[in-house]
């Protein structure tokens, strides 16, 4: 599987999801990864959101201004990442608050 293939597929991954995807059809070592990472980060198709997490910016976009779904990010930050209560609400557009003022 081609990394480009891989990237649409997956808007937000990291290095173990990048890993597993280009071990499916080929065997693919360390140093291999790091490069073909470090090629897309430094063309502007990646976005290192911390160490071993990556987005990915779509073709014509600004890599400095693209804005990342916070949603995925949370998601993939952790193998254990649950969304829950309101967050999980927000997803499915069924949050909202009630504010009134009196005086």
């Known amino acids: 599987m081609k990394a480009q293939d891989i990237f649409l597929k997956q808007p937000v991954f990291t290095l ?3 890993r597993h995807s ?8 360390k140093r291999s990864r790091e490069a073909l990472v470090s090629y897309h980060l430094r063309h502007g ?3 290192r ?3 071993g997490l990556f987005a990915v910016v ?3 976009a600004d890599p400095e201004s693209y804005p990342v779904d916070p949603y ?3 998601a993939k930050s952790a193998d254990d990442a649950v969304l829950a209560y309101h967050t ?3 997803v499915h557009g069924k949050a909202h608050s ?6």
């Open 98 to 103: 009630v504010f009134e003022r009196y005086f």
């Open 16 to 18: 173990a999801d990048l």
């Open 22 to 29: 280009l071990d499916r059809e080929h065997s693919c070592n």
């Open 45 to 47: 198709h990646l976005i």
């Open 88 to 90: 999980a609400l927000e």
């Open 49 to 51: 959101i911390r160490r």
């Open 72 to 74: 995925l990010v949370a």
């Open 58 to 60: 779509p073709p014509g």
